[in-house]
């Protein structure tokens, strides 16, 4: 099915009207206490949280397009805390009390984003849910079950995780095939151009300048040099997520990976009362081949997944715009769970990238020798965690010691990336490779199977 509009950022802009004029660009050479490049979600939650902290730094913030060009405005609007990243990577550096106390801070991070958007006024659609993961077969079923164990025994809240069986599941959302899931309560659906419009905003009003239509070039201890002029400064913060791979020497750093959405025209009452979804709940599919939903403000459905995972050499889409063979595998799955939307226009397509790091595993930290700091890496879950980032980020340039900046993910190293085409092939091999035993469980496999731990270590998954 062709999409109505292809591209033009996301769907999210043009919900609140178009893509934003961008404000001025670096206007020379200009000093500054923090400079932070890259004006999405992680750069700007950190200057918020340092300019609140300490009003008086001078704070430069750097961005190549505008505030919310990248993930930060494409996403799926799950305000979720959650962690599916592995606990285990994080337990071999930490104990398991610093791994359940960093899934707690991430947990922690809705209420704090609800909390801040109240205190800015910042109207992102807004909405607590909760997040239901449902299983169409046994294999599915199955890995349902020991996720929501997991869950269950890192949480110290065990009661936040609950396992619904095939009429529970099916009363919330009424999808097809279903046999059951689980729900992660007290997480929140968001408009996330809303969002980060509203939150850049809020960081000007405390008197950070935003220079966009910047580009970087180089980030050395004491400089960024960009296209504009050069900004000296104490310390530095890499805000750029999926985009890092673009800045010289970051090739390998963290991988571009791609995910794109499709949204559907606004449905019918009747259509509504059909599916369900009274709960507004975030929705996500056991399937290897991992989708994420939310209905909307105005009752659409945003569906999303990988599509083509990845392209070479980390190169990044243009302004959004997505492959036609995306948007049909996007349409099949959202028509495959929802056989009631067969009939909906799809509205609009687009797509991003999105950080991966070598061992799938987010992390935050500041060099003390070189001043320069980083945050990202979140592997699809940057709405939460790029505000603990901010937090985290901004303790460790102010140099106190907090539980934050004591958390495991904190200066965490990681190896790099292999040089292509291994990149390029290991991605595309493990996606083929979760395609395959999703056809192989949807056939009647009564476990997962194989071929996805094939596909997991093929990459370090």
């Known amino acids: 099915m062709q ?9 999210w802009y043009a919900d609140i009207g178009g893509v934003p004029a961008p404000r001025p660009p670096l206007p020379g050479d200009i000093e500054a206490d923090v400079a932070i490049v890259g004006a999405g979600y992680t750069g700007l939650w950190t200057a918020y949280y340092l300019k ?3 009003p008086s730094l001078r704070i430069a913030l750097i961005e ?3 505030a919310g060009f990248g993930a930060s405005g494409r996403n799926g609007g799950w305000l979720s805390g959650g962690f599916t990243w592995s606990r285990e990577k994080y337990l071999k550096t930490s104990t398991r009390q610093g791994v359940s106390a960093m899934q707690a801070a991430m947990a922690g991070c809705v209420d704090e984003v609800i ?3 109240a205190a800015e006024g910042i109207d992102a659609d807004i909405r607590r849910v909760d997040n239901l993961t449902v299983a169409t077969n046994p294999a599915q079923l199955e890995r349902a079950r020991e996720e929501c164990e997991t869950i269950r025994a890192w949480d110290v809240d065990p009661n936040r995780v609950e396992m619904l069986d095939q009429a529970a599941t099916r009363a919330r959302i009424n999808v097809r095939n279903v046999l059951g899931g689980f729900v992660v309560h007290g997480q929140a659906r968001v408009q996330p151009a809303k969002l980060v419009r509203g939150l850049a905003a809020a960081v000007e009003r405390l008197g950070v300048p935003i220079y966009e239509q910047t580009t970087v070039t180089s980030i050395a201890k004491g400089s960024v040099t960009t296209n504009r002029g050069t900004v000296r400064a104490e310390a530095i913060i890499r805000a750029t997520e999926g985009f890092t791979a673009g800045i010289p020497g970051e090739e390998r750093t963290w991988l571009a990976l791609n995910s794109a959405q499709i949204v559907t025209e606004p449905l019918s009452p009747e259509l509504w009362r059909a599916i369900g979804w009274e709960g507004h709940e975030l929705l996500g599919s056991a399937a290897h081949a991992y989708c994420y939903a939310q209905r909307t ?4 459905i945003t569906m999303g997944g990988r599509g083509v995972p990845y392209r070479y050499g980390s ?3 243009v302004n959004g715009q997505t492959q036609q063979a ?5 349409h099949q799955i959202l028509t495959t769970l929802l056989p009631q939307t067969a009939g909906c226009r799809i509205e609009h397509a687009w797509c991003g990238v999105l950080g991966v790091p070598r061992d799938w595993c987010t992390t935050v930290g500041l060099d003390p020798t070189t001043r320069i700091g980083w945050a990202g890496g979140y592997v699809g879950l940057g709405v939460s965690s790029s505000n603990l980032s901010g937090r985290t980020l901004a303790d460790l340039i102010l140099g106190q010691d907090t539980e934050l900046t004591r958390l495991p993910w904190v200066n965490r190293k990681v190896r790099r990336w292999e040089p292509e085409p291994f990149r390029w092939l ?3 091999s493990m996606y083929q490779l979760y395609h395959l035993a999703d056809r192989r469980e949807a056939a009647g496999l009564s476990h997962t199977s194989k071929l996805a731990a094939l596909a997991d270590a093929i990459t370090g998954h």
């Open 3 to 11: 999409a109505k509009r292809n591209g033009d950022i996301s769907f």
């Open 52 to 54: 609140k902290a300490r």
């Open 64 to 66: 190549r397009e505008f």
């Open 115 to 117: 909390r801040v958007a």
């Open 297 to 300: 403000r105005e009752g659409r």
């Open 315 to 317: 190169r990044t889409d």
């Open 326 to 330: 995306t948007i049909d595998q996007l």
């Open 426 to 428: 290991g991605v595309h």
